[in-house]
């Protein structure tokens, strides 16, 4: 079965950094586009960044020039590296698979931006 697994999430101070890494299993990942979710306390859930099988990127206005996505499919894994953290960039993180017209989802990691 589809599973995915994140992690790395944290308390960070603004301006710092984290990378959360997903764990994928049960579909061929390295012909899968990817995404990055996130959902702060009171909002909807919003996309971060997405990775196409050929490693074409696209990312959300508000994290551009400051997220990079990246992906290793010899590892089954999708990344995401967020530098100069903001305090609005809290949130549960999620990465998410569309398979044949179905949505998957991890259980997500929490990020929290605060001094």
């Known amino acids: 079965q589809v599973q995915l697994v994140e992690s790395g999430g944290g308390l960070v101070q603004p301006g710092g950094s984290l990378r959360l890494s997903c764990a994928a299993s049960?579909?061929?990942?390295?012909?899968?586009?990817m995404t990055w979710y996130r959902q702060a306390p009171g909002k909807e859930r919003e996309l971060v960044a997405a990775?196409?099988?050929?490693?074409?990127?696209n990312y959300v206005a508000s994290v551009k020039g400051r997220f990079t996505i990246s992906r290793d499919n010899a590892k089954n894994t999708v990344y995401l590296q967020m530098n100069s953290l903001k305090p609005e960039d809290t949130a549960v993180y999620y990465c998410?698979?569309?398979?044949?017209?179905?949505?998957?989802w991890g259980r997500g990691t929490q990020v929290s931006v605060s001094s």
């Open positions: 049960g579909f061929t990942f390295s012909s899968s586009t």
């Open positions: 990775i196409g099988s050929v490693g074409s990127t």
């Open positions: 998410r698979v569309r398979l044949v017209g179905k949505d998957y």
